[in-house]
């Protein structure tokens, strides 16, 4: 079974195995965590997973609480930078729900976080590909070029006939077809890589006004009251390093500081963390400055999981009046991917 969970501009989709009662909601809103689970009650539904098909910049996002309240698993792609998530899936994963699978697509572009997920003839494309439109690739980390290469590559090879359903709607449609889309979606047929990239570059659209309240706790999942998040203008400002930069760096006469501002069970994980580094959590950063005060002029890398948590975390504390803090691009999961120096 199939529902459009809510009928707005933010579309979320609730599936449920008909013979298992397995369920599996896509892109829910927090707002709306009473109504799902009253929707789970009336079918008799089990929440297994809870899935975003990728960071959410225009509303908080619902998958933790739902998580919290049904012991559903999370789901996002592995360079999600959320904490929260459970469950990291890649291109090729699949995700049963009962008797049903959801084949994930990797479709970055509106954010490097982006999938598309293929449950037999329907396709759920989040806000990569949209009905007559395509995400916008303004957002930190949206690249037009890779949208256009998860658009033409991945999506539009599906079969005509895929029902297909996005994450947003703004002129009231329901669902199209990938037939459909291929032969006229005004963003992309017709236009070659290089036009659209320029399309996409040229749109200006106004960032949605409460951006960086909705996106920053989406991406740490701590609430907005706890922390005073940095404007979009100092996280930009933030001097980002790569690992061979890093590298470099640590094995230098005066070597940085490591702050490690992942939660704990993170520190521990699969990703390991890089030897001598201190576990501060973003959550706690704020109060427990005072352990870092000797390193106020000297060199500070911060590090989380994809290096999005730890931006954040490099301009609070520049904020705090640290001089020479940079943050480390692609944190663990690209430190772990060029096989650099990890402790577990
Ligand atoms: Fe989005």
């Not at 904490?83 to 572009?109: A, I, Q, S, W």
Request: glycine residues 8%.
């Amino acid at each position: 079974m199939f529902l459009e969970a809510n009928h707005a501009k933010c579309k979320s989709y609730l599936l449920i195995c008909d013979e298992t009662h397995q369920a599996a909601f896509i892109d829910p809103l927090r707002d709306h965590v009473d109504r799902y689970l009253a929707l789970l009650a009336y079918y008799g539904a089990k929440l297994a997973l809870a899935i975003d098909t990728h960071t959410h910049a225009d509303h908080r996002t619902g998958v933790a609480e739902l998580a919290d309240l049904t012991g559903a698993a999370v789901v996002m792609h592995q360079r999600s930078p959320s904490p929260r998530v459970t469950r990291h899936v890649e291109e090729g994963d699949r995700l049963r729900v009962g008797n049903l699978e959801l084949r994930v697509l990797y479709t970055p572009g509106h954010t490097p976080d982006s999938i598309s997920l293929l449950a037999a003839d329907r396709v759920f494309t989040g806000d990569v590909l949209l009905i007559h439109g395509t995400g916008r690739c303004d957002f930190p980390g949206g690249d037009p070029g890779q949208s256009f290469d998860s658009i033409t590559h991945k999506l539009l090879t599906l079969p005509d006939a895929t029902l297909m359903f996005p994450a947003h709607d703004y002129r009231g449609h329901t669902q199209s077809t990938i037939g459909d889309e291929r032969r006229s979606n005004p963003r992309i047929a017709g236009r070659t890589r290089e036009q659209y990239v320029d399309l996409m570059n040229h749109l200006g659209l106004p960032l949605p006004d409460s951006i960086q309240e909705v996106l920053q706790p989406n991406q740490s999942e701590i609430e907005a009251a706890s922390l005073q998040f940095p404007p979009l203008a100092q996280l930009n400002a933030v001097r980002q390093i790569d690992g061979a930069e890093l590298s470099a760096a640590l094995a230098g006469p005066e070597p940085p500081l490591l702050v490690d501002v992942r939660e704990p069970e993170e520190f521990r994980g699969e990703l390991g963390h890089i030897p001598g580094a201190v576990c501060i959590p973003l959550r706690e950063l704020s109060e427990r400055v005072h352990e870092i005060e000797s390193y106020k002029n000297r060199d500070i890398v911060a590090v989380c999981r994809v290096g999005v948590r730890s931006t954040t975390a490099a301009a609070i504390l520049t904020g705090l009046g640290f001089e020479r803090v940079c943050n480390l691009k692609g944190g663990m999961l690209d430190w772990n991917t060029e096989h650099r120096a990890v402790e577990r």
